[in-house]
């Protein structure tokens, strides 16, 4: 099972196609939930600029009142034809709601107002958040200093981010104490809207983003049970993205199957990738994963190049981290909760139709203490910054009673 959190800047096309200079507005896309790759819906095909088309154009004209193809084509400088032909496949994914002649944008569509309001609230909720991380993650330092980790080689440092990021603030607060106190649950899917081709999963858009003084999150986690990992990546205002191409690897089943088998083996020979991956070039793939720094390349096999918590370390440290995230929602979050829901009422636009906004305007506001928390600790040097360079750290556990969600 594959979970996304991560908002994606979008690239600004101008193209002689394009009829006229576009709006200012900038739409920052991001997506929770298990979304479709392969499917003419997947969300990040349907809102990607292309040389006819720039869709924050599009976007800016409907998302506040339904508007018809002559007045969309008028406002966003797009041929007629191209945008009825861009609304025929939206209203088909259910990204835009029809009636009659005229249309509407069907997801959130954060407006900078309702950004400052989020962001207000996740600075206050990160004071409270980071004074009980400061009173507890000592301990947590103490216990790494046991764990085969350790005595593997790795210092904190090495390991910081993707306990602290993937693991507390991420996973242990998002992913199962929000589920666990019965806030958000992500797991089941009963606070996620369904779309087209059965998938669960919300996709919004913020204008010109959360802020570009804070450092954007994002994750991909896989868990078959008895071995799972995790990818953990941030970014801030001026830094390249350059994870793409990994995204598109690990959708891959074989990659996933490859890289499960590390996290319980450590290493295999390259005659038995055959076995866990039926692609006629593996060599490329393994080629692909060195190039990332998933595993490093032998003669004669592959062996793992990232942490691996095996039980005995999840007993002693990451026991230890969903503790704190428990205490994070039970004593901060769960206050709160009201609080947001209120302020959607006050806030949310009449017009939005589209299943459960409340639940999703409730998730990404306490998203933004876990950004604002992080952003917090990397500047007092608390944890080491990500760069072009190394945009991400990788994890695995390998523990079949220990599940991610």
């Given at each position: 099972?594959?979970?996304?959190?991560?908002?994606?800047?979008?690239?600004?096309?101008?193209?002689?196609?394009?009829?006229?200079?576009?709006?200012?507005?900038?739409?920052?896309?991001?997506?929770?939930?298990?979304?479709?790759?392969?499917?003419?819906?997947?969300?990040?095909?349907?809102?990607?600029?292309?040389?006819?088309?720039?869709?924050?154009?599009?976007?800016?004209?409907?998302?506040?009142?339904?508007?018809?193809?002559?007045?969309?084509?008028?406002?966003?400088?797009?041929?007629?034809?191209?945008?009825?032909?861009?609304?025929?496949?939206?209203?088909?994914?259910?990204?835009?709601?029809?009636?009659?002649?005229?249309?509407?944008?069907?997801?959130?569509?954060?407006?900078?107002?309702?950004?400052?309001?989020?962001?207000?609230?996740?600075?206050?909720?990160?004071?409270?958040?980071?004074?009980?991380?400061?009173?507890?993650?000592?301990?947590?330092?103490?216990?790494?200093?046991?764990?085969?980790?350790?005595?593997?080689?790795?210092?904190?440092?090495?390991?910081?981010?993707?306990?602290?990021?993937?693991?507390?603030?991420?996973?242990?607060?998002?992913?199962?104490?929000?589920?666990?106190?019965?806030?958000?649950?992500?797991?089941?899917?009963?606070?996620?809207?369904?779309?087209?081709?059965?998938?669960?999963?919300?996709?919004?858009?913020?204008?010109?983003?959360?802020?570009?003084?804070?450092?954007?999150?994002?994750?991909?986690?896989?868990?078959?049970?008895?071995?799972?990992?995790?990818?953990?990546?941030?970014?801030?205002?001026?830094?390249?993205?350059?994870?793409?191409?990994?995204?598109?690897?690990?959708?891959?089943?074989?990659?996933q199957n490859i890289l499960?088998k590390l996290v319980e083996?450590?290493?295999?020979?390259?005659?038995?990738?055959?076995?866990?991956?039926?692609?006629?070039?593996?060599?490329?793939?393994?080629?692909?994963?060195?190039?990332?720094?998933?595993?490093?390349?032998?003669?004669?096999?592959?062996?793992?190049?990232?942490?691996?918590?095996?039980?005995?370390?999840?007993?002693?440290?990451?026991?230890?981290?969903?503790?704190?995230?428990?205490?994070?929602?039970?004593?901060?979050?769960?206050?709160?909760?009201?609080?947001?829901?209120?302020?959607?009422?006050?806030?949310?636009?009449?017009?939005?139709?589209?299943?459960?906004?409340?639940?999703?305007?409730?998730?990404?506001?306490?998203?933004?203490?876990?950004?604002?928390?992080?952003?917090?600790?990397?500047?007092?040097?608390?944890?080491?910054?990500?760069?072009?360079?190394?945009?991400?750290?990788?994890?695995?556990?390998?523990?079949?009673?220990?599940?991610?969600?």
């Amino acid at each position: 099972m594959k979970l996304l959190i991560f908002l994606c800047f979008i690239k600004l096309i101008i193209n002689n196609q394009v009829l006229a200079s576009s709006t200012t507005t900038k739409y920052h896309w991001g997506q929770l939930g298990q979304y479709p790759n392969q499917h003419e819906c997947n969300p990040y095909q349907l809102t990607r600029d292309d040389t006819t088309m720039k869709v924050d154009d599009i976007i800016n004209s409907i998302h506040r009142e339904f508007k018809s193809i002559k007045q969309i084509a008028s406002e966003s400088k797009i041929n007629e034809k191209l945008v009825k032909k861009k609304m025929t496949i939206m209203v088909k994914c259910d990204f835009v709601k029809q009636v009659d002649d005229k249309f509407i944008v069907n997801f959130p569509v954060y407006d900078k107002e309702t950004v400052a309001e989020m962001n207000k609230i996740g600075e206050e909720l990160s004071i409270k958040a980071l004074k009980i991380y400061n009173q507890k993650i000592e301990k947590v330092k103490q216990n790494f200093e046991k764990t085969t980790l350790r005595k593997n080689g790795y210092v904190w440092e090495d390991i910081a981010v993707a306990l602290v990021g993937g693991l507390l603030f991420d996973v242990g607060i998002h992913d199962r104490a929000l589920k666990k106190f019965k806030i958000f649950d992500l797991s089941d899917n009963k606070d996620m809207p369904v779309n087209p081709g059965g998938y669960y999963y919300w996709f919004i858009a913020t204008e010109n983003g959360f802020g570009s003084q804070y450092w954007k999150f994002g994750h991909e986690n896989y868990d078959n049970t008895q071995s799972k990992f995790g990818l953990f990546r941030g970014t801030k205002k001026g830094m390249k993205r350059n994870w793409d191409p990994i995204w598109d690897l690990l959708d891959d089943p074989n990659v996933q199957n490859i890289l499960f088998k590390l996290v319980e083996n450590n290493e295999i020979p390259l005659n038995e990738i055959q076995k866990l991956s039926h692609k006629m070039d593996n060599l490329t793939i393994l080629k692909k994963l060195a190039e990332y720094q998933f595993i490093k390349l032998n003669t004669k096999s592959i062996t793992i190049n990232f942490p691996v918590f095996n039980p005995a370390d999840v007993k002693i440290i990451i026991d230890e981290i969903n503790l704190i995230s428990e205490q994070i929602v039970l004593e901060i979050y769960k206050d709160e909760v009201d609080k947001i829901l209120q302020l959607w009422q006050k806030i949310k636009p009449k017009h939005w139709m589209f299943q459960k906004s409340e639940k999703m305007f409730l998730r990404q506001t306490l998203d933004r203490v876990y950004n604002i928390s992080l952003t917090k600790l990397i500047a007092e040097n608390k944890l080491p910054k990500f760069t072009e360079k190394n945009p991400y750290v990788i994890w695995g556990i390998n523990d079949k009673n220990y599940s991610l969600y």
